[in-house]
């Protein structure tokens, strides 16, 4: 399994909980601040990295974000690793 924005490997552990060894997250694709809940549809591995830089963006105002910061985690498409 790899974080949903950057494919980095992470171990598996079960919803909810962090591995410090690794930087595993459980993020929220819209933040719960933003009207999100927490449902396995809006909940997706990343690490510790990209969850921090996602912050309280949606997941299309970071598709946007990463987009203009011209990042290495979009495809040609736009699409996260997680995406496809």
């Not at 079960?14 to 819209?30: C, E, F």
């Not at 997706?44 to 203009?68: D, I, Q």
């Amino acid at each position: 399994m790899g974080c949903f924005y950057c494919s980095a490997s992470l171990d598996s552990t079960p919803w909810g909980r962090q591995n410090a060894s690794n930087g595993q997250t459980v993020d929220h694709l819209i933040p719960p601040k933003r009207g999100g809940l927490t449902v396995s549809s809006n909940l997706v591995y990343a690490c510790r990295s990209c969850n921090s830089e996602k912050g309280e963006m949606t997941l299309a105002e970071y598709r946007s974000w990463c987009a203009a910061h011209r990042t290495w985690k979009l495809d040609r498409w736009g699409r996260f690793p997680g995406e496809r």
